[in-house]
């Protein structure tokens, strides 16, 4: 797939694609603008010190976005029909959010609807409270 991504839109500049298991990850910090967890997020199995380590990894202004390109009942669907994934749920988008903020991110959107899931957060120096508390005025 990333050899796919490459091939596609390598030549755009800018981007750099890489694999690697960020549980295991040893880079300098602050080494990515984004991080995109396509279809995938449901699989990690300590989601809290995912975040956590990511977050080590985002410049300050960078951002992590979870998504799918279906809904989160979808996902948890297709999951419960198969031995190997069938705990490897897809949380709402609001208590992902709450995760995140915990992490030390600040949420800017939050879409779980009947035909995608998105959840973006920013990586913020600013306290978890008054991050909680502007997310919350939106």
Same mark, same amino acid.
């Given at each position: 797939?990333?050899?796919?991504?490459?091939?596609?839109?390598? =030549?755009? =500049?800018?981007?750099?694609?890489?694999?690697?298991?960020?549980?295991?990850?040893?880079?300098?910090?602050?080494?990515?603008? /984004?991080?995109?967890?396509?279809?995938?997020?449901?699989?990690?199995?300590?989601?809290?010190?995912?975040?956590? !380590?990511?977050?080590?990894? !985002?410049?300050? %202004?960078?951002?992590?976005?979870?998504?799918?390109?279906?809904?989160?009942?979808?996902?948890?669907?297709?999951?419960?029909?198969?031995?190997?994934?069938?705990?490897?749920?897809?949380? %709402?988008?609001?208590?992902? %959010?709450?995760?995140?903020?915990?992490? =030390?991110?600040?949420? /800017?959107?939050?879409?779980?609807?009947?035909?995608?899931?998105?959840?973006?957060?920013?990586? /913020?120096?600013?306290?978890?409270?008054?991050?909680?508390?502007?997310?919350?005025?939106?």
């Amino acid at each position: 797939m990333l050899a796919k991504a490459e091939e596609k839109y390598g =030549g755009l =500049g800018g981007i750099t694609f890489t694999v690697a298991d960020i549980m295991e990850f040893l880079a300098n910090s602050s080494l990515f603008d /984004t991080v995109v967890c396509f279809n995938f997020f449901p699989h990690i199995k300590d989601k809290q010190q995912f975040m956590k !380590l990511t977050r080590e990894h !985002l410049r300050e %202004g960078g951002c992590i976005v979870i998504m799918h390109d279906i809904s989160r009942h979808q996902v948890n669907a297709i999951h419960q029909d198969h031995e190997m994934v069938k705990e490897d749920r897809l949380a %709402g988008g609001e208590t992902v %959010g709450e995760w995140l903020i915990v992490a =030390g991110y600040q949420v /800017t959107h939050i879409i779980d609807a009947k035909d995608r899931y998105f959840v973006k957060a920013v990586k /913020t120096n600013c306290r978890i409270e008054k991050c909680r508390n502007s997310r919350m005025d939106e």
